[in-house]
């Protein structure tokens, strides 16, 4: 073989090692990500160094939308975060795209200390927080983030549709990840939105504490975590969307087969010294924790959240979501 049909190939991303596809050049990646356990496939990916080719400069954020204005200013590649506000940044004319989901299911609500109690067997969850306030005197407070995002939008489904709340019984706190973990653990709200690990390390450090729904209870499929790639960066490099593709499959693998192998990782990236591997090997195991690569299972759900979003003003109108998503990318890592 040539040297230039060789290095055709490798600008193609076509060699894979054991490690994921080879690309000719080093390419900078500007990664926003939330440091939640749905975005486990990304720290799998570079802690094992499966997509040798780019070069990841992580910023965190709180929430999806504020990494939405990042991603409009053009200072971020790659998002990595709730579907959610994906359909509000194009309805405003940004170019995102989804090329991976990560997550399913992720978000559960959490009663606290003082609220769990109302949520006895048999109890209907409405009938849990009216009774709360009746005995109280005060409607639950409720923290989420911010409007537009996959938590704030599942929260406000499950009251309004999933258990039908009446709107006094209830208050929505909007406030940030860690912020949110702090005000449940003290005792400054009554119950919270909240993933892995958090549900993990919150349960751990106050049993009262009490996951009073799952995701599936929330929004039927709820759509979670995704990889998306903003346009102009797809446009530019084709081949690292595929390698980075091509990594999250193979991480998504490992985290579900070998969760042993993938925790180390998880931990460095989330565990911030607080927090042991052993703990984030109970999240990855916990009934909130579901990892899938295939966009294609949660378009349908997807679309339902939208028309939710439309519902209550988050979201202008429904976007189309052949422009959305763009599952090429997977297929392509996949041989389908």
Known sequence: MSALSRRAILVGGLVAGLSGPALAQSVPVRVGVIPVLG????????????????????????????MIQALASGSLDIYVAGVAPLGVARSKGIDVRVVTATAVKEMTVAAGGKLAPYFAAGVKPADALKKFKAETGKAARLATQPPGSVPHTTLSHWLNVSIGADKADYEIVPMGIDATQQALLAGAVDGATIREPTDTIVTQRDPRIKIVALGGDMFPDQPGTVVAVAGAFAQKNPAAVQALVDAIVKATEIIQKEPKRAAPHIEAALGKGIVDTATIEKALASPASSFVADPRTIMEATAKMQTYQVSIGTLDKDVPLDGLFDPSYFLKATGK
């Open 39 to 66: 975005a486990s496939q990304l720290f799998v990916v570079d802690k094992e160094k499966l997509a040798p080719g780019l070069d990841f400069k992580f910023t965190t954020f709180e929430s999806g939308p504020v």
